[in-house]
């Protein structure tokens, strides 16, 4: 038990980066997940060609590339070459991402919103914008819990990947303790650690579900 | 008060692909009129009464609502519709009720209510809240104000939608087919609450079934068949004896 004490440290402060990596990347990609779904279902072939295109490309590549890309390669192109230093990119390459496949969750939930709430809303006056915040949105959020859910819970552990950029998340202190002592605990409280923040979240999100719970379609 | 009409639509054609739905319907309505428009499901009662409220665009043909223009046909035969503000503008003067409700499940019954007068008309909460009372009680469900629309029955979420179109005060309400997805019991107290709109003098076009309220409430009746408007006649005529040959076929499928 003492020893677990002593490795402690080392493994929260790895935390604290996958941590990071995990709400920096939650708070951007879902907006710009939602952006992308709106442009997707928008009346404008082109940009919702694009956003098509976007999203394969995001969807099709491995995450890791995309993140050795922004790092190494990003800073070698012409026009848009700039050097961003490890945490920056990684969270950049996690935002552009995890975007893509909220849009599609998205997508899915506001091509499921019957035709007649719009032309409820429509021969009520509302707008195409007040229709989509007031009226279609909110009944949207309550349809992609589950999936935003899974989608969330991937992503705290996807966030190990940054060890590529050579940043201490949890996992690599882990494996780093576990090099340098020839033990497998840290494996083991690292597993806890993972398995504690997914608790949360998964608390968190049957709260929301229950509260959506109030009312049926 | 000018004679007006509230509404005059004329030579008005639409067609969904290779299906002819409207084949140069005209009809004018005045003040205060009730109109029932009857006939074969497929006849394009409802395609027309949604070209009047702008949810289907014409092909063909004028559409005036209160004397403004909402959509004209030039000589070359291309259709112009108002500018988006001036659209959104006399759709206002106009509630739609639907076959399915369309209530939004995610507001209680009194939200779907003050909704559009808060969000559409940026109205404040105080001061729509007691019209929204008014309405309500008016269609008897003031005391489920609090309630969700699954939790209501057909009847109640009909009455509930019919209160919402009220609050945003329109000179016109359209009905399509009010009564059609309702058990045969719960038609009884939608129509009573559209008795009394058209009793306040509403003017109202009402999609129907129900021959009932076509004889009893309807000032004028109007007998539609495959996209053609056959007869425009007082209920009372209409009902006892019906011009067109297919008018009559179809009153005497009815009964």
Known sequence: MGYVFDILPALLQGTWVTLQVFFITLALSVPLGLALALLRVSRFRFLSGLTNGYIWLMRGTPLMLQMLFIYFALPFLPVIGIRLPDFPAAIVAFVLNYAAYFAEIFRAGIQSIGRGQYEGARVLGFSYAQTMRRIVLPQVVKRILPPISNETITLVKDTSLIYVLAMNDLLRAARGIVQRDFSTTPFIVAGAFYLFMTLVLTWGFQRLERRYAVYDE | ?255
């Open chain 2, 1 to 255: 008060m000018t004679n007006e009409p509230m509404i005059r639509a004329a030579g008005v054609c639409k067609r969904f692909g290779p299906a002819e739905v409207l084949r140069g319907v005209s009809l004018e309505v005045g003040r205060g009129e009730v109109i029932a428009v009857i006939g074969p499901s497929g006849s394009g009662k409802s395609t027309f009464l949604r070209c009047l409220i702008h949810l289907e665009t014409v092909d063909r043909g004028r559409i005036e609502i209160e004397g403004e223009t909402l959509v004209e046909t030039d000589a070359a035969g291309r259709c112009r519709y108002a500018p988006e503000s001036e659209i959104r503008r006399m759709r206002g003067r106009m509630g739609m009720v639907f076959q399915h409700f369309n209530l939004f499940p995610h507001f209680t019954v009194l939200r779907n209510v003050v909704e559009a007068p808060v969000v559409v008309r940026g109205g404040s909460r105080e001061d729509i809240l007691p019209k929204a009372e008014i309405l309500l009680k008016k269609v008897g469900l003031w005391d489920k104000r609090d309630s969700y629309p699954s939790r209501l029955s057909g009847g109640q979420k009909q009455r509930v939608a019919i209160a919402r179109a009220l609050a945003m005060e329109p000179d016109i309400m359209l009905f399509d087919e009010p009564t059609s997805a309702l058990d045969p019991e719960l038609t009884g107290e939608v129509l009573r609450t559209m008795r009394g709109l058209a009793e306040e003098r509403m003017t109202m076009i009402v999609v129907t079934h129900e021959m009932a309220f076509a004889r009893e409430v309807a000032s004028r009746v109007i007998f539609m068949d495959d996209g053609n408007l056959l007869e425009a006649r007082p209920a009372r005529e209409l009902f006892a004896a019906p011009e067109h040959p297919r008018t009559r076929a179809f009153l005497e499928s009815m009964l």
